[in-house]
Every structure is written in C-alpha cells, then in structure tokens.
C-alpha cells in the first residue's frame, strides 16, 4: 500500500507561480513513476507532468516550458513547479504513483484568476 498527500495548491494571478507536492508514504521501494493530473470543471482528467525512476520526464504540450517535475527521493516527494500560471491552469491538481497499481491522492486545488 501507497499513501499520497498532495499540498501547495491555492490562489494565484496570471503569471503567477505556484509549487505542488506529492508525498508518499508506505511501500514507496517500489516505486515506478510518479505523474501530475489535473482536471477541470467539466473537463476530462488529464496527464500534466510525469517522472519515471530512471529519472526522464515528460509534460503535456499545453504545460511546457512552464511546468517542472522533480523529485527529492530523501523526502520521498515529487514536486510540481508551475510557472507563468494561467487562467485555463484552473484545475484540482491530482498526485498518481504507479507500483504495481496507481494510488491516488485527494487533490489540491489550483485558481488562477485576478
């Protein structure tokens, strides 16, 4: 069992910036990739960012080169760096670690508006 808590989400204006973290917990050795959702009022859950243990990552078109995953492994965390926010950012942001399955956490909500 993976336990995953997500925080850093709130309240931010265009252009504005924003830090996510996802922490696990629990049977986290066997740990194979770590990926940000985020899903929309009305919207279908999409993929934002993603690291994989070897370490790669890749990001939605709509998210680079203002998004950054990465990882702190003493921590056990996996943070989400959003830059340059912008309105359709708006979204509660979803933590998925995939072992053997995907384990989710609650969400955090994201508010890009002035």
């Known amino acids: 069992q993976v336990q995953v808590v997500e925080s850093g989400g709130g309240l931010v204006q265009p252009g504005g910036s924003l830090r996510l973290s996802c922490a696990a917990s629990g049977s986290i050795s066997s740990i194979a990739a770590v990926r940000w959702y985020r899903q929309a009022p009305g919207k279908q859950r999409e993929l934002v960012a993603g690291i994989i243990i070897g370490g790669s990552t890749n990001y939605a078109d709509s998210v680079k080169g203002r998004f950054t995953i990465s990882r702190d492994n003493a921590k056990n965390t996996v943070s989400l760096q959003m830059n340059s926010l912008k309105p359709e950012d708006t979204a509660v942001y979803y933590c998925?670690?995939?072992?053997?399955?995907?384990?989710w956490g609650q969400g955090t909500q994201v508010t890009v508006s002035s």
């Open positions: 998925n670690v995939f072992t053997f399955r995907a384990y």
